[in-house]
């Protein structure tokens, strides 16, 4: 048998390429279908890691140089973590990807590293203030998240030193928030607050503030083009931009700082409120605060919108009384603190070291001292009665305004806030009556929580059908209530009642009955009671049936005519 020629080894291997380069399958596409791993190559017998491209199935598309790495030096990101750990390609330098590692995760996030001064917020605003990002609510929410709980110094300078641009701000807020369709948030309620405290509602601080002027749209374009050529990718043609009129800066300010804080400021009075007892950093503050919340306390609903005076119902006006005595405690709490331990001698901690172990146990059970402050002087002291004074006054005042169909609010914080001013002598003496009013009020919450869980299981513990005993049960909560409505009158009880009322068995006679009655306490008690979902669907079926059989009388009635009519012919 003859050896093989040479030309016969050279013929395989141009048959080999032919299949993965030039002749394949489909004909002209063997090294232009971008993809593959050089098949043709490894056909002809020549095939190595380093000649397998990413490009296409011919043998010379591979190779470095071309942001290729072997698949044995590439870890996959699903079995690496979030972002891989492969090493970089040449495609890519390593510069690139240290952006994206360090790059934040989220908007807030990034404006918040960026926010850190008053200039810099200030060109932000300028360079923004004409876009999307201070027209939609997300966004300007995620700039003044970032921009809440900078210090003092930040604010003060922006304040004084950028004018312009904490008006144009407050001009975007107030086309924001003015239609109530999105709500304030505190940061916007923050921002509010600090440009009250340095001075911005003056008549001084508006002599010479403008609105900022729009940003050219030429500007933008010309910035984008460049940020295009930078990235190496050209610009998308943009659609030629009309130019917005300008209008004279005095004619655009149709509101006046003082104007646009006063109004932004009703928007929502009561977040302010609880954002203010939040940012309160001394007694004066939080009784500035005592006395607004008062006041809120003692007009009613009167003094606010519709839609604020339906959440500031009874549970809220207790959460906001107790956020603020809380406040006003941790305040004074450190002037009590026990002073610190006096520090062992050098002597008895060489004698007291024991094991490592023990003595990170015993760092990791002591608690941290309270950080101690001097005592309170005379005028603090009677800042924090007054102020305490004052709030336990509006809580006797929402107590007296309580209706009986709100929900019960926990009174024992009250009263441990008050026993711990009692006990430090932080109460005034004439506010010593407080106490004997919470404990009549627990008493009484008591007495009508026993009362509505007595009445639902008289009620579930009816037979199904019994009308009779039903209609006792009916009858007395109707005469507790002085024939107006249901008493008690609570939601569990209004649901009891209508589960028992359409049972089957029932006269029709005392569903009906049940039914108006129902109806008529949601009547008497529209402003705090609202009939629950069993109650609302038995009143709607009772009403169905009433119509149905007036329905079906009239068209008797009328087939009755047409029938007579039919016998006189």
Known sequence: MEAPTTSGVSAATDRGAGRGGVRSRGGDRGGDRGRGRGRGAARGGHDTVGERGRGGRGGHRGGRGRGFAPR?????????????????????????????????????????????????????????????????????????????????????????????????????????????????????????????????RKSAWAEGVRTLPPKEPEAEAAADAVDGVVDGVAPSPRLPVRAAPSLDAEAAALLSPRELLKKLTALDPIGRLQRQIELAGTVADLQVCANKLAAVVSEGSSALSSTTAEKFDYAAKCQLIGKLLSKARRLVEPAFAPPPPPEPSPTSVEEDVGSPEEGDAAAATAAAPAQRRDPLTADEVALFQDTASTAFHALETVLE?????????????????????????????????????????????????????ETVIDLKSLAAGDTTALRVVVDRLWEAGHGKCFSPSSVDVLSAVAVAASAAG??????????????????????????????????????????????????EEEEACRHKAGQDE
Not at 167 to 188: C, D, H, S, V, W
Not at 419 to 436: S, V
Not at 537 to 551: H, S, T
Request: hydrophobic fraction near 40%; charge should be positive; proline fraction near 4%.
């Open 72 to 200: 044995s030096a590439v870890r996959h990101r699903s079995a690496a973590g979030k972002r891989g750990s492969h090493t970089p390609r040449d495609g890519e330098p390593a510069a690139k990807r240290e952006r994206k590692d360090q790059k934040p995760s989220s908007n807030f996030a990034l404006l918040h590293s960026m926010l850190g001064d008053a200039a810099t917020i200030a060109e932000y605003v300028r360079e923004y203030h004409s876009s999307d990002k201070f027209r939609e609510a997300r966004s300007v929410n995620t700039f003044l998240q970032a921009v809440s709980q900078r210090p003092d110094a930040v604010y003060v300078e922006l304040m004084s030193q950028f004018k312009d641009e904490v008006f144009t701000t407050l001009e975007r807020l107030f086309a924001l928030y003015a239609l109530g369709k999105n709500p304030m948030i505190p940061p916007a309620h923050e921002f509010l607050i600090r440009c009250e405290q340095e001075g911005v």
């Open 401 to 453: 305004q309580r209706h009986a169909t709100a929900t019960q609010q926990p009174l024992s914080k009250f009263v441990k806030v008050l026993e711990w001013c009692r006990e430090k002598g932080l109460l005034a003496a004439a506010d010593g009556r407080f106490a004997a009013v919470l404990e009549q009020q627990t008493e009484q919450d008591m007495a009508e929580q026993a009362s509505q869980l």
């Open 506 to 555: 029932v006269d029709a006679d005392v569903k009906r009955l049940v039914a108006d009655r129902l109806v008529q306490t949601q009547r008497h008690l529209a402003d705090t009671a609202v009939l629950p979902r069993r109650a609302l669907r038995f009143v709607n079926d009772e009403r169905n049936k009433v119509k149905q059989a007036a329905i079906a009388k009239q068209l």
